[in-house]
């Protein structure tokens, strides 16, 4: 089964920017929908992002118009690009398939902070 590794996490200040990764050890092509979930603490994990095999995306509205995902099928990564960050978006950030059948990688903590 693929298996997923997020990075690019790290701490930002509010309105700054981060790009996340996520490489999976096998091809991804054959996955139809790439998500970025997200997990704050006391929440439970959330979609945030998706893209399908063809390009086509959706954003969670807390995220829309700041976000950007992408896909790299050769590269079997996929991308989170976040922009105006706010405190809020604080949380540990996963990759997976939608819906998610994927094993689950440790994540990446993003912190939006002062």
């Known amino acids: 089964q693929v298996q997923v590794v ?3 996490g790290g701490l930002v200040q509010p309105g700054g920017s981060l790009r996340l990764s996520c490489a999976a050890s096998g091809s991804i092509f054959s996955i139809t929908t790439m998500g970025w979930y997200r997990q704050a603490p006391g ?3 959330e979609l945030v992002a998706a ?4 390009g086509i995306t959706e954003y969670s509205d807390s995220v829309k118009g700041r976000f950007t995902i992408s896909r790299d099928n050769p590269k079997n990564t996929v991308y989170l690009q976040m922009n105006s960050l706010k405190p809020e978006d604080t949380a540990v950030y996963y990759c997976n398939s939608r819906p998610f059948y994927l094993n689950w990688g440790q994540g990446t903590q993003v ?3 002062s």
């Open 6 to 8: 997020e990075s690019g």
């Open 51 to 54: 893209i399908t095999r063809g």
């Open 111 to 113: 912190t939006v902070s």
């Open 43 to 45: 929440n439970q994990r």
